[in-house]
């Protein structure tokens, strides 16, 4: 099943960090470090700062789309009090190593991503522009639901003693 379009799609840049490795088996450690406002003037892969051990690259464009029926989600972000991002990077298998797959503010859809063992998923600090965008998001969508609790039929232990169908132990 497909998803609905998001009612919000805001535009930004995802920084990834590049960093020396203190392993025999790879040369580097990739990770996201931070997800811009906006997408800036430059290119995907764009070097932005380094020194000795580490470099941190504008790694491109994405889009962070906010869906209806993950308010609750996304309010529970909110009152952490130091919202997060959810970066996927899926590996390309080429140069550069890395996509950018999504960014999402709903953690559990950002920890879903993490059931994929090729994904690198990190979470970052949420922007505060995106927040403000994200808490009217949540003002004018979200729908309290009131939780229902099931009320079940009582086992009658005498059918079940005696081995009766599923229809005799009401």
Request: net charge negative; proline share 12%; glycine share 8%.
């Amino acid at each position: 099943m497909s998803r609905p379009q998001p009612l919000v799609s805001i535009p930004v840049g995802v920084v990834i960090e590049r960093r020396k490795a203190k392993s025999p088996w790879v040369n580097f450690v990739w990770r996201p470090t931070a997800v811009l406002p906006g997408v800036p003037d430059a290119a995907p892969w764009t070097a932005l700062d380094s020194d000795a051990e580490r470099t941190n690259f504008y790694g491109g464009p994405a889009t962070i789309d906010f869906y209806r029926p993950d308010t609750p989600g996304y309010r529970d972000n909110l009152a952490t009090g130091e919202p997060l991002l959810w970066v996927v990077l899926r590996p390309t298998g080429g140069e550069p190593p890395y996509e950018i797959a999504t960014v999402t503010a709903e953690p559990s859809e950002g920890e879903a991503f993490t059931e994929g063992a090729t994904n690198l998923v990190e979470s970052v600090p949420m922007p505060e522009p995106v927040r403000v965008a994200l808490a009217d998001f949540i003002a004018e969508h979200h729908v309290e639901r009131s939780f229902a609790k099931r009320k079940r039929d009582r086992a009658n232990p005498e059918a079940m003693a005696r081995g009766g169908s599923a229809k005799d132990r009401k």
